[in-house]
């Protein structure tokens, strides 16, 4: 072999020893920018993201991110407000979003949960269906946007709290409340006369974190996508549903962007 047979030999080994040194330190580097704690904030939700840190909701988040080395801080705020903390980079996700629900925001392959959607009314109307929808005056809590998921929404107005749902639908200010089935339940649980509603299921929407659109979040992201195509294979989220009583969200072959639930 020649001399320039010789430099050229020498310059591939080189070139491989950089390379590997290269990704060596990218791996590095990786490692030790992961966070060690994760600011996930959320409205309050019963039995789903109390503001003591307990809850469905606030379990899987800890499932999810505290075996990687990721601890959880839980934070109650109203939803408007949660979605612009991470907007604003004051958070690093909020729990509850639905998929590209907002501008300037990560977004994950997974969802986590899903949102069984119903709409509460009064026993002595019609009961609604996805197709009737557009002939209801509809309400539901401000920030929601259900507009953009149920079909045929036509007439609706948003609400500051659910405090006095009830009594909007006994005075026929709107039709029909639409919420997520835990709310519901608790809001006609407050009746005396819980006969005189119904309860009608409509649609599940699935349930995303929605991330801080930095290097933080991205990274968040990232280690959330992991670990719950880890948990979602083995199957381990199922315990934590059934602890509480609620369906499992996910089915045989389900993965990023597919649901079990019902439609």
């Known amino acids: 072999m020649g001399r320039v047979g010789l430099r050229w030999l020498l310059s591939l080994v080189l070139l491989s020893v950089g390379l590997t040194v290269a990704r060596e330190q990218a791996c590095a580097g990786a490692l030790s920018d992961k966070p060690t704690d994760i600011v996930l904030v959320s409205e309050h939700w019963n039995a789903y993201t109390e503001a003591d840190g307990s809850g469905l909701g606030w379990d899987l988040m800890r499932e999810v991110f505290q075996p990687a080395g990721i601890k959880v801080q839980a934070r109650t705020e109203p939803y408007t407000r949660a979605v612009g903390l991470v907007q604003r980079g004051e958070a690093d996700a909020w729990v509850g979003a639905y998929e590209n629900e907002v501008q300037g925001t990560l977004y994950p392959k997974w969802h986590y949960d899903n949102d069984e959607i119903y709409a509460l009314g009064l026993a002595s109307n019609p009961a609604p269906t996805l197709k009737t929808l557009g002939s209801y005056h509809l309400a539901w809590v401000r920030g929601y946007e259900f507009q953009r998921y149920l079909p045929n929404v036509a007439h609706f107005n948003e609400v ?22 835990p709310e519901v339940d608790f809001i006609l649980g407050q009746s005396k ?36 195509e880890q948990l979602v294979r083995s199957g381990q989220l199922r315990a934590i549903f059934a602890r509480w009583h609620q369906p499992y969200p996910f089915g045989p072959g389900d993965g990023p962007g597919k649901s079990g639930a019902r439609q």
Request: zero cysteines.
């Open 160 to 181: 500051a709290r659910r405090d006095h749902i009830l009594s909007m639908l006994d005075h026929a200010r709107a039709d029909l409340y639409i919420d997520a089935k």
């Open 193 to 228: 006369e819980p006969q005189r509603f119904r309860t009608t299921y409509l649609m599940a929407i699935p349930l995303f974190l929605s991330f801080a659109d930095n290097p933080r979040g991205r990274v968040l992201r990232d280690v959330f996508d992991q670990r719950m």
